[in-house]
């Protein structure tokens, strides 16, 4: 039997650099844009100029940023290199929104997800919470039914299910491989693969059950 060189065996593959991701992102026509990032030293927590920013490196650089975030290799690779430092902000109800839970929630429907042999689409892990990626709900004609999700809201449709947060239009959520103040990457439990995007419905029964 030959052996398998002692290098080989524990080679592990190297982390995703913050604009190689992006440009990941981009390829697969999520629109993105830069975010702060936090600091460990000094007095703020926050690249931001904002004293006390209530969610440090975890949001838009810009106030525009919903209408500079782009697919365009060329702007993105600009903006990196100006601050390769920089969160990676997705914006939400354009291609995807986002379902984030808590981390238990999350960890639990991903399980029964994969027992049963379905497709959970991506999911990244932000600390202690688990964001899964679905099919947007695009435009729909009864404006009622729609709601924006800024940050710590949550619509009243879903309270059966405490801690959850669905990002749809006008929100946005932090993706791998930002950085989070705890100094721990933002990951991927189950990175995207150009498979579509799962139904938002099926996968709320999961968080459900």
């Known amino acids: 039997m030959v ?3 002692l290098a080989r065996r524990t080679k592990k593959r190297p982390r995703p650099t913050r604009i190689g991701a992006v440009l990941e992102y981009a390829a697969l026509g999520w629109p993105v844009v830069p975010g702060a990032y936090p600091l460990r030293n000094g007095p703020r927590a926050c690249s931001c100029d904002r004293l006390g920013c209530p969610d440090p490196g975890a949001h838009p650089l810009s106030p525009a940023w919903s209408l500079q975030a782009t697919t365009d290799p060329a702007q993105l690779t600009r903006w990196w290199q100006a601050e390769p430092e920089a969160g990676v902000i997705l914006p ?16 639990s429907a991903l399980t029964r997800i ?9 999911v990244a892990s932000r600390g202690d919470r688990v964001l899964f ?15 924006s999700c800024h940050l710590d809201t ?11 947060r669905w990002h749809c239009r006008d929100s946005y959520v932090l993706a791998p491989p930002s950085t989070m103040p705890s100094g721990q990457p933002v990951t991927w439990l189950r990175p995207p693969d150009g498979r579509p995007l799962p139904d938002p419905l099926r996968i709320l029964e999961w968080l459900a059950d």
């Open 92 to 107: 939400t109800g354009r291609v995807f929104d986002v379902f984030d839970v808590p981390l238990a929630v999350g960890l």
């Open 114 to 122: 994969d027992a049963a042999g379905a497709h959970p689409g991506p």
């Open 154 to 164: 949550g619509p009243a449709t879903i309270e059966d299910n405490p801690g959850l």
């Open 133 to 147: 990626y679905v099919a947007t709900r695009g435009n729909p004609e009864d404006e009622d039914e729609w709601w």
């Open 3 to 5: 052996g398998v060189p």
